[in-house]
């Protein structure tokens, strides 16, 4: 498989092959995915043996129009069926929504899901990219955005909560307060595909605004916490008039019989679905803690299934997603073509603890392994490195970025950048205005709870690994803001660090910018990227202020028996 695993990434029209090619290469059998952000819990192995049982039925027959498989979902979550339209998965809704409702421009920051940006690329629209900024955590300040959208003239704006791939999730009330400042525009679109693992608020989701607002759609899917990504399906809620425009356009049969047959097994299955979704929360806590503990690896806090990390200084992406494939037979994200990211970030999915170990393991020996194997070589073994470098290398292993502190970090007084979602946070300083209180100031050190002990054996030791040293980001890249702690070793005077490359991306304009109306496709505007931008146009400036906050956590919420079901957006208690 070895030979192969360059051109069959090569080859693959998404961002990777599928695990049916990936088998096909291998014995039959397919790596552990840490690519696809699917549920590892649900269905039950009870739920695929009944599924297996029916396999003849199901694939002889055709399914029930969409109306009733429709029907049926709403009877489950209390939703209108007019005010629903369902997709064969997310994507086609995505296709439809360009086409019918989008008309010149979208806003959409970055990086996220790509068919955002490819998407309205296609159909000749113009895509205004909001870069979220590495230093702030990758979080979305929506007051910032907001300001964009109206400076751009853009007529879509779309947010993705939590997002893909940092798994960041702004609060319910400022996506609130984000729609009420963009109730001007065409659409607004709520992409909510990810927000049934996320447990920093009680209440989410905004579908109930949504079906009483004239131009938002909120866009959910069902593959991805089901964990059926084969099936393709999931659906979108808005306003009668929005949802029915959406369905009108849709194929009597675009629902297939396994869609079908799911939709209506899960009314008998609500306890073991709550059960799948409690146990990814606390595996992603888990999973974070391990990954923090391996030296140089900056972990961001998320909401979602799954983890955005960033290798160490050194490491590039596509050589070790190819030898964690090769050597470990482990299929890792690899974000290099995510436009606002670069191939020095993964994205893992949340998976069991078993193959957590497994994950971790592999990174450390193609990260950290000995002489020229290492994927992120440490100084001393014949990279030739300037001191310069190998004193900014050696601030960003001390900090781990701007995400989660490691182990060298801890023992220093340096500031917080960012907590991990589940953490207990201190008390909350209301915001200035109202709104829902955020967390202050989280001071250091910050314990990292491993509700799995690591062997001590296994624990990377502060100070006994020379930092990984590596190129500088290359200009166009987002790089981190370095905060100056103090170094194990004396830096000599003569070779000061340089200054951190500026971000890819100008500052937008305050949110009271006048409109001036919208910008002529392929024309650099203020504030944002351009298609035409990030084409090849550049345009260097300044990053964004870090946000005030961030969420606090709240009880997981589930669906626990028959009688509870999920309230509009799947989430909350309805009786």
């Known amino acids: 498989m070895a030979g192969n695993v360059t051109s069959l990434f090569r080859g693959a029209a998404a961002h990777s092959p599928s695990m049916a090619a990936l088998a096909r290469e291998g014995d039959g059998t397919g790596p552990v995915d840490f690519c696809i952000p699917c549920n590892p819990y649900f269905p039950t192995p009870a739920m695929f043996e009944e599924m297996a049982a029916r396999l003849r039925e199901i694939v002889t027959y055709y399914p029930s129009g969409a109306d009733t498989i429709t029907a049926e979902l709403c009877?489950?979550?209390?939703?209108?069926?007019?005010?629903?339209?369902?997709?064969?998965?997310?994507?086609?809704?995505?296709?439809?929504?360009?086409?019918?409702?989008?008309?010149e421009s979208l806003a959409v920051p970055v990086p996220t899901f790509g068919r955002w940006t490819n998407q309205p690329m296609e159909t000749g629209k113009r895509v205004d990219m909001f870069p979220l900024q590495e230093a702030d955590g990758f979080a979305l300040d929506l007051d910032r955005y907001a300001g964009f959208v109206r400076a751009r003239g853009t007529r879509v704006a779309v947010v993705c909560t939590p997002n893909n791939p940092d798994g960041g999730c702004p609060d319910k009330q400022s996506v609130v307060r984000f729609l009420d400042d963009m109730a001007h525009l065409d659409l607004v679109v709520v992409d909510e595909s990810f927000l049934e693992f996320a447990d920093a608020q009680d209440e989410p989701s905004v579908v109930q605004e949504a079906m009483l607002r004239p131009n938002v759609i909120v866009l959910r899917s069902l593959g991805k916490n089901f964990g059926l990504h084969g099936i393709?399906?999931?659906?979108?809620?808005?306003?009668?008039?929005?949802?029915?425009?959406?369905?009108?356009?849709?194929?009597?049969?675009n629902l297939n019989s396994f869609a079908e047959h799911v939709v209506f097994m899960l009314r008998e299955h609500g306890p073991e679905y709550a059960r799948s979704l409690a146990q990814v929360r606390r595996d992603r806590l888990d999973m974070a803690g391990r990954l923090a503990a391996l030296p140089g690896l900056t972990v961001y806090p998320s909401?979602?299934?799954?983890?955005?990390?960033?290798?160490?200084?050194?490491?590039?992406?596509?050589?070790?997603?190819?030898?964690?494939?090769?050597?470990?037979?482990?299929?890792?994200?690899?974000?290099?073509?995510?436009?606002?990211?670069?191939?020095?970030?993964?994205?893992?999915?949340?998976?069991?603890q078993v193959d957590v170990r497994r994950l971790v393991s592999g990174l450390e020996q193609v990260l950290h392994g000995s002489g020229r194997q290492a994927a992120a070589p440490g100084p001393g073994t014949?990279?030739?490195?300037?001191?310069?470098?190998?004193?900014?290398?050696?601030?960003?292993?001390?900090?781990?970025?701007?995400?989660i502190h490691g182990p060298a970090a801890r023992a220093a007084s340096v500031p917080p950048r960012a907590a991990v979602p589940g953490l207990p946070l201190p008390a909350a300083a209301p915001l200035t205005g109202g709104g829902t209180p955020l967390p202050g100031p989280l001071p250091m050190p910050v314990p990292m709870p491993v509700p799995?002990?690591?062997?001590?054996?296994?624990r990377p030791v502060p100070g006994t690994r020379p930092a990984p040293p590596g190129p500088a980001p290359l200009p166009g890249t987002p790089g981190p803001v370095l905060t100056p702690v103090p170094a194990p070793a004396p830096v000599p005077a003569a070779?000061?660090?340089?200054?951190?490359?500026?971000?890819?991306?100008?500052?937008?304009?305050?949110?009271?910018?006048?409109?001036?109306?919208?910008?002529?496709?392929?024309?650099?505007?203020?504030?944002?990227?351009?298609?035409?931008?990030?084409?090849?146009?550049?345009?260097?400036?300044?990053?964004?202020?870090?946000?005030?906050?961030?969420?606090?956590?709240?009880?997981?919420?589930?669906?626990?028996?028959?009688?509870?079901?999920?309230?509009a957006a799947g989430m909350g208690q309805a009786g």
């Open 303 to 352: 909401q979602g299934n799954f983890l955005f990390v960033r290798l160490p200084v050194g490491a590039e992406g596509t050589v070790v997603r190819d030898r964690m494939l090769t050597e470990h037979r482990v299929l890792v994200r690899e974000c290099g073509n995510k436009i606002g990211s670069s191939s020095r970030f993964l994205r893992l999915v949340v998976r069991p």
């Open 75 to 103: 009877g489950l979550l209390n939703l209108p069926p007019q005010c629903v339209a369902m997709g064969n998965g997310s994507t086609e809704l995505i296709t439809w929504i360009d086409h019918l409702l989008v008309r």
């Open 452 to 458: 799995v002990p690591v062997p001590a054996a296994a």
């Open 232 to 253: 393709r399906f999931g659906y979108l809620v808005a306003n009668p008039a929005l949802a029915g425009r959406v369905r009108s356009m849709l194929p009597k049969w």
């Open 495 to 567: 070779a000061p660090a340089p200054a951190p490359v500026p971000v890819y991306a100008p500052a937008p304009p305050p949110a009271t910018a006048p409109f001036a109306g919208p910008t002529p496709p392929g024309v650099p505007a203020r504030g944002g990227l351009t298609a035409a931008q990030v084409r090849g146009m550049t345009a260097p400036g300044a990053p964004l202020p870090a946000p005030a906050g961030g969420l606090t956590p709240a009880p997981v919420t589930g669906w626990p028996d028959a009688r509870s079901r999920p309230d």
């Open 382 to 403: 014949g990279t030739g490195y300037s001191s310069g470098t190998a004193a900014v290398d050696r601030l960003m292993n001390e900090t781990n970025g701007s995400g």
